[in-house]
């Protein structure tokens, strides 16, 4: 969906992915209260926008054909 995404002109939402992904690895790999709480704040928040922003952009930006590739 990612790359599908870039190429639609997407590179914000693609960057801001890939950030947050890299920072919910970082959060669990910690020890603690503190990360495991960070952890679930901020995955809370991502799954919010990719459910809102990410995948309504992917909707709107790729064709049917190009999401039915994506399942393949």
């Known amino acids: 969906l990612l790359p599908a995404l870039e190429q639609a002109g997407e590179a914000e939402l693609v960057r801001r992915t890939l950030d947050e992904h890299a920072e919910l690895r970082r959060l669990i790999s910690e020890d603690g209260a503190r990360a495991m ?36």
């Open 37 to 72: 709480t960070g952890f679930a704040e901020l995955l809370t928040q991502h799954i919010r926008f990719e459910e809102r922003e990410l995948f309504e952009v992917a909707q709107q930006k790729l064709s049917s054909a190009e999401l039915a590739e994506l399942v393949d």
